[in-house]
T-cell receptor
């Protein structure tokens, strides 16, 4: 079992829909990152969380440390949100990073 | 705004040439920098970790003589792919860790796509 599991693997939505991508992890962490990777490959750091919730524009990220779970929400989704979203955790014991397999989001107009 | 930059964002080179990729932390001092590689439709794989002023630590299976890493300052690390071959074509991502705003944080660069012809 991977230390970081994302769901779903693939997600197709209509423009305007509310999107949720989930990330569960099985290790002790000091921080969790959400990354966005565009079709051309470019990576954008969306959030770094160690507790609670963060919001940036239409994006919201939450983390529940007790349940070892994080969610990334996109409100009023748009075709330009189409990308792969990657969850990454920093291990508490040695600061190594572990990456989820990514969720491929396609938002149709 | 972006706190880690990479240059170039894309590079195409001929087989046998060497390519240098720069990674800069823009507004903080990166005590540790990481280099990752990503093959199509796969997740990021750590290649090496470097601390400023010391030799990089390479992951198993990564040739240190082929992927030269220099972390000469707290804001700059370079990855040089020597004698590049088509199988080195990949997406290379750096990440920098340091103290920003009093917090120890890690930030990712946007990546560099290398195509070796």
């Amino acid at each position: 079992k991977n230390e970081v599991e994302q769901s779903p693997q693939n997600l197709t939505a209509q423009e305007g829909e509310f999107i949720t991508i989930n990330c569960s992890y099985s290790v002790g962490i000091s921080a969790l990152h959400w990354l966005q990777q565009h079709p051309g490959g470019g990576i954008v750091s969306l959030f770094m969380l160690s507790s609670g919730k963060k919001k940036h524009g239409r994006l919201i990220a939450t983390i529940n440390i007790q349940e070892k779970h994080s969610s990334l929400h996109i409100t009023a989704s748009h075709p330009r949100d189409s990308a792969v979203y990657i969850c990454a955790v920093r291990l508490y014991n040695n600061n190594d990073m572990r990456f989820g397999a990514g969720t491929r989001l396609t938002v149709k107009p | 705004g972006a706190v880690v930059s990479q240059h170039p964002s894309r590079v195409i080179c001929k087989s046998g040439t060497s390519v240098k990729i720069e990674c800069r932390s823009l507004d903080f001092q990166a005590t540790t920098m990481f280099w990752y590689r990503q093959f199509p439709k796969q997740s990021l794989m750590l290649m090496a970790t470097s601390n400023e002023g010391s030799k990089a630590t390479y992951e198993q299976g990564v040739e240190k003589d082929k992927f030269l890493i220099n972390h000469a300052s707290l804001t700059l690390s370079t990855l040089t792919v020597t004698s590049a071959h088509p199988e080195d074509s990949s997406f290379y991502i750096c990440s920098a860790r340091g103290t920003k705003g009093g917090l120890n944080e890690q930030f990712f660069g946007p990546g560099t796509r290398l195509t070796v012809l």
